[in-house]
């Protein structure tokens, strides 16, 4: 059981390609890190295995648990258990938070079957104190307004109610604070299991020393050019990205 | 007239310059009423509101002997609730005078059948809502007149249920003294939603002398609805919001039309008006702002949004300004345009299915302006 991506090629729509052949493979129950430049094509990577309307896959595949994930539409996708930590939510003026929760989890039921309200408040608002979110927020409107580290917060929330078996975490760590660092990765570390695996897009050592990785990927130019142990974050985190320039890959 | 023993003569004297002053109007209006014609093409107010169908097939309507049958009643204001009737010469009279935009001849008409609907005259706060309620299934032309005393809070909701393909043509006068605070919403409908039917014109003048209005319309489930309001604003200090939030269907035409007139400065005028458009739809927004000479230091804002969820949905949106004041803060704007791709991706990507998706979206569009409309004072 793993997601499986298989030398993947995507471009914005009628433009320059951004991915150029992506090989990766993600077990169950492991935690993936993928560092890489600025531009390189990590948001685009993880945007394309959701199914944003922006990009074409032009050759490759992805597979999740031997699912076609390029023949399910994105909310099916999100149904069968792949989630993305935006790496900067989206604002949806006018829909509630808790709305917007209820209609998530509304969907994963089966025809005919209520979401049970109360269950589901509570829930929520125990998920909301695990977090350190402020039970107002419930009522707020997703995202409208939230400061950079609130929505960051707000999406790992909603991660928590999915509970997916794929997740993908795109620089959640940016706009954090330090406590609000550690809680959040705290969160994450709870949802480690052996059902589940994550993909973690990050700049920085600091939010790996909480959620330790199993293996590490540098994605450079569309591709997955080196992949390693820990100490790959160690040699990043002290020289950088030169090696890309100079290694032979 | 009659001049009662304790009166000065200055007073009397005010009150003859008053009375003759009325007269005046009354005679004016007489004439425009005379004068108008029924909205034609030539006419910019019904610019694309289809006035040979529209204008022409109500004021048949109202020319011919279909007689007026509805049902009018209140709720939460037993008392000072009076029913109209016919021979009401003052509440008659201040509908006289009322401004129209583009149809002094339909008003004209409205005024040959007048004498039906409510006069709230508000001398102490509520606490609950005051409903009203106006029922046809034919023709009906109710009238409602609100008149708010000073310091009076207050909140009105009037719902014209236009049942079975009724014409249903209101004429409105909202009146708000210094310091009242009133919270008037309109909601005109068809009742059940398999089809959309009915048609619904409704002529709203709201006056403001040094209160804080908040004035909500909201059309649902009509073949044809149009809006004219004209907001007068008298007293400095004012603070009057106009808000509309509709969500029309299938070939529904939805003719909004509002004037926000600032007769002094220092006052506030502001105007929110967001449609999420489907099927084949049609919305026209023409607002103006009109800011008289001397009425420097208006602060006056207008926006029209319109979300188009149909690509066969139409929509024209005029906004304008007349300002003839100095430092005057004024702003217009209108943005239509189809549900945010980047909105509707997150939505999906939670796994919320895409009509659903575009529901939420969409409810979330217009609840802004609810929320607005019922934010505490
Ligand atoms: N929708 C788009 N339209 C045009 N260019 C795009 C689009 N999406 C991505 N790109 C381009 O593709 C490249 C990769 O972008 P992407 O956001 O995937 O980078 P990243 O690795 O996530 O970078 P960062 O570390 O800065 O977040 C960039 O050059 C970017 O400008
Ligand atoms: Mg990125």
Sequence with gaps: ?249 | MDFPDSMSMEEAFALAEAEAKLNAALAESKARFENAVIPDRLNEDWRFGRPHKYARELAELLQSNTPCTGSAEVQGCDEEAVIINADDDDLKQTEMLMPTIGSDALLGLHLKRFGNGYALYLEKSYDSPIIINYRSSGLYTPSTFIMAAPGVHAHIIENIHCENGATIFAARNIQVAEGAKLKVELHAFCPGVEQVQGRCMVITNVQNMGGEVRHLTNFLNLDWAREETVAEIYAEGSDTQLYSSNTPLEHMVLDQHTRQVHHVGKAVSNLLYKNVLEDKTTATFAGNIYVAPGAHNTDAYQSNRNLMISEYATVNSLPGLEILADKVRCSHGSASGPMDEEQLFYLLSRGIPRHEAHQLIALGFVEEVDNKFNAPF
């Design chain 1, 1 to 249: 059981m793993s997601l499986v991506i298989k030398n993947l090629h995507a471009r914005v729509k009628d433009g320059a390609p951004i991915l150029n052949g992506i090989n990766l493979e993600i077990p169950k129950g492991e935690v993936h890190a993928i560092m890489g430049p600025n531009g390189s094509g990590k948001s685009t990577l993880s945007k394309v295995l959701c199914g944003h309307p922006d990009y074409e896959v032009t050759a490759g595949s992805a597979e999740m648990d031997g699912q076609d994930l390029f023949a399910m539409s994105v909310d099916e996708r999100s149904r069968a258990g792949l989630f993305l930590a935006f790496q900067y939510p989206v604002e949806v003026p006018g829909v509630t938070n808790a709305n917007f929760m209820r209609a998530a989890l509304q969907a994963r039921l089966p025809k005919g079957e209520e979401l049970e309200a109360v269950a589901f408040y509570k829930e929520l608002r125990g998920k909301m104190k695990e977090l350190g979110i402020d039970p107002k927020f419930t009522a707020r409107a997703v995202n409208e307004g939230f400061s950079g580290g609130e929505k960051k917060r707000n999406d790992i929330l909603q991660m928590m109610m999915l509970n997916p078996s794929y997740a993908i975490l795109d620089e959640t760590d940016s706009g954090l604070d330090v406590d609000a660092l550690r809680i959040v990765s705290d969160g994450v570390n709870a949802m480690r299991a052996p059902f589940r695996s994550f993909m973690v897009i990050t700049h920085y050592k600091r939010l790996l020393d909480y959620i330790r990785p199993d293996v590490v990927h540098v994605l450079y130019n569309g591709q997955i050019v080196k992949t390693a142990g820990f100490e790959l974050v160690d040699h990043i985190e002290q020289h950088g990205f030169d090696f890309l320039k100079t290694e032979e890959l």
